[in-house]
């Protein structure tokens, strides 16, 4: 890939990482949470003894997610998420296992919004939303004016037309 | 043209005939089957029935009242609302293709609907209107985006401008019709759609239903048995039924295909079809998406095609794929019109072919459909035919399915760009073969999982315009191919232009 075209180099905020930790914990912690009322129902209407079963399974993979998802998949993320843009085209590339590259011609951007959540906000972070006439994408975590720089120039390339459309 | 206009007032006769149909199983089931119930529940249901009867009706009349529209020299306006006004505009470029539909009910009244597609989901909807106002304004329609597109003069709102006539009834004279079914291609289509099939279906259940009211079965036992006794009376019954549906499936094909015209004229192409349902399908060329050439297996065995435009604006309601140009046409008569139709597009029959590592890649992927069906027999054991444990039969029979349907899948995938052009061609039983320009393709991506980057494969992606949008793709191509793909996508900013 991207022998003639340059690849996309720019990358995201570090603190991205940190964000998806948290937030990853609190969504396993919930889990957690979830699981254990269950054991204690289970416990106390005194279930078949395969539901237990059922349950322990599911601890197992849960646990196995947790260790996924807090402590990989954070950093493979960052590693590989890559974005650019000139005033032709948005360029997006992520993912490790499923390497993904998208070419998004300016012209048939629709919309573009910056958002943040708690754990955004919290590290200064936003997010961008990118709406396309077939599809949409988003780059999940850039630094405040990085991100109000970036949504107003794809504004202002999404502003051109093609004739016919 | 520019006063505000009431619709048609055939179209609350319309919608009063649509509440008829629909209210008529409760009708029946209110004052037929229960007409002599005096529950409180069928009392208060019929006065629910007077309610919603009332209100339906009175709102249809308000909406006609309510509704009225304006053309000028470059859009629709439409308005409707009692106590919430509404108002929009469908500038005319915006309009992606043109659809009409004549009903029986259109026929009855000499009237038809027309609606002028858009991009987005507004579209400009006329359910009944009288065939000479709706040849006016699509004919005015085209007359001011031809005049656009030339002059660039489209300010003035008077219609009749002796220049833009002329050129009008010049290109309508300049209209020539690509396509019309012979009798012959009626025949085949009847063959290739299978439609004598449908017969046997229809008289099976209308046997079952005979049945279960008299009984024939047991009243026609002896007269059945004599009957199977004489193989002559059996011959005569067999070949009249073979007839009958064949008769009968000719018909279908007939009143479907039989008047079938294809047209094109310098902007535009013009589809129509039916003989008791009538619908004709108008777009512009330059709004062709892509074009879309199916064939399944019947239709590879017999050297047919079915081409579709792919366009923007949605197709209707009801699938009558409108857009379809004929779909019996002889392979290479379907390229052929192509490049009459639309001459802007080059198809080119020469593709390249996957390399064999996308084949064992294909045929290692493990199938989740296998496994579950596998474990699901495993589990359950169904007996075939007194046999319990032949059930392994059917999980052998759904695995060589799918490693063969694979197979033909790696053997009929093709691919190649070719200058501005792009043609990928997928599937396993019926094939599917898309060509597009890279002006009209939208996005594209590239994917490579885990397996794809050890052997250096990829899939590649396309988005296009259509209602919804269009996704086509090619998997497990070489990374190069995938690497010249997104060069060449990129390359469209040549194509372009920019209003």
């Known amino acids: ?165 | 043209m520019i006063q505000l206009k009431r619709y048609n007032p055939l179209t609350m006769l319309l919608d009063l005939w649509g509440l008829a149909k629909n209210a008529f199983f409760l009708v029946i089931f209110l004052f037929v089957l229960k007409s002599g119930s005096e529950s409180t529940f069928i009392k208060y249901g019929r006065i629910a029935f007077y309610l919603f009867v009332g209100i339906t009706v009175s709102s249809i009349i308000l909406k006609w009242f309510t509704r009225k529209y304006k053309v000028d020299s470059s859009s629709f306006y439409m308005y409707k609302g009692l106590f919430n006004k509404f108002e929009q505009t469908v500038p005319f470029t915006k309009i992606h293709n043109v659809q009409r539909r004549t009903t029986l009910f259109h026929r009855i009244f000499g009237g038809t609907s027309i609606t002028f597609e858009t991009g987005t989901d507004t579209a400009v909807k006329f359910d009944v209107i009288s065939r000479k106002e709706a040849n006016r304004i699509e004919i005015h329609v085209k007359r001011m985006t031809l005049d656009k597109a030339t002059t660039d003069q489209a300010d003035s709102d008077e219609m009749g401008q002796p220049h833009t006539d002329e050129k009008i009834v010049k290109l309508d004279s300049a209209r020539t019709i690509h396509f019309k079914p012979t009798r012959k291609d009626v025949l085949k289509a009847s063959f290739t759609s299978l439609s004598f099939l449908i017969l046997i279906p229809l008289v099976t259940s209308f046997y079952s239903k005979i049945n279960d009211i008299v009984n024939v079965e047991d009243k026609a036992e002896g007269f059945l048995a004599s009957i199977m006794n004489s193989w002559w009376v059996i011959t005569i019954l067999v070949v009249i039924l073979i007839i009958a549906s064949i008769t009968f499936g000719i018909v279908r094909a007939f009143l479907k295909y039989g008047k079938y015209e294809i047209s094109s004229d310098h902007e535009r192409i013009y589809i129509t079809k039916g003989v008791v349902d009538e619908s004709a399908f108008t777009i512009e060329k330059d709004k062709v998406q892509a074009i879309e050439i199916t064939q399944s297996l019947m239709k590879r065995l017999l050297g047919l095609a079915e081409i579709k435009l792919i366009s923007a604006g949605s197709l209707g309601e009801d699938a009558l794929d409108t857009n379809s140009l004929y779909p019996f046409l002889p392979v290479g008569r379907a390229y052929e019109m192509i490049s009459e139709i639309l001459p802007s597009y080059e198809v080119t029959q020469t593709m390249e072919r996957l390399p064999k590592k996308s084949l064992w890649i294909r045929l290692l992927k493990p199938s989740w459909i296998w496994i579950i069906a596998t474990a699901a027999l495993l589990y359950f054991k169904p007996p075939i035919i007194n046999h319990t444990h032949s059930w392994w039969i059917l999980s052998a029979g759904l695995l060589i399915f799918i490693i063969v349907s694979r197979f033909l899948d790696y053997m009929n995938t093709r691919y190649i760009l070719n200058g501005k052009f792009m043609q990928f061609k997928t599937g396993s039983l019926q094939t599917e073969l898309f060509v597009s320009k890279r002006e009209k393709v939208i996005e594209v991506k590239v994917t490579r999982n885990k397996f794809q980057q050890l052997l250096g494969l990829a899939s590649i992606g396309t988005i296009n315009r259509a209602k919804p949008v269009h996704h086509t793709g090619i998997k497990d191509v070489p990374v190069e191919l995938a690497d010249s793909f997104y060069t060449w996508y990129a390359g469209r900013t040549k194509e372009i232009k920019i209003e």
């Not at chain 1, 919930?30 to 395969?50: G, Q, T």
């Not at chain 1, 849960?62 to 960052?78: D, E, G, K, N, R």
């Not at chain 1, 906000?121 to 999940?140: A, D, F, N, Q, V």
């Not at chain 1, 850039?142 to 999404?158: G, S, T, Y």
């Open chain 1, 1 to 165: 890939m991207y022998s003639q075209i340059p690849a996309p180099e720019k990358r995201l905020s570090k603190d991205a990482v940190k964000v998806w930790m948290i937030s990853e914990t609190i969504s396993h912690l919930i889990a957690f949470i979830v699981i254990a009322v269950i054991f204690y129902l289970d416990s106390l209407f005194e279930w078949k003894e395969w539901i237990g079963w059922i349950l322990y399974g599911i601890v197992g993979l849960t646990v196995l997610s947790a260790i996924w998802s807090i402590f990989i998949q954070p950093y493979l993320l960052y590693k590989n998420w890559r974005y650019d843009l000139n005033e032709e085209f948005l360029q997006l590339k992520s993912g490790a296992f499923n390497e993904e590259h998208q070419l998004v011609p300016m012209t048939k951007i629709q919309s573009v919004a910056t958002n943040q959540g708690p754990l955004l906000r919290k590290y200064g972070l936003y997010s961008l939303s990118i709406e396309t006439m077939g599809s949409s994408h988003g780059i999940p975590a850039l630094p405040e004016e990085v991100a109000i720089e970036l949504r107003d120039r794809i504004a202002h390339f999404a502003k051109i037309r093609e004739v016919g459309q």
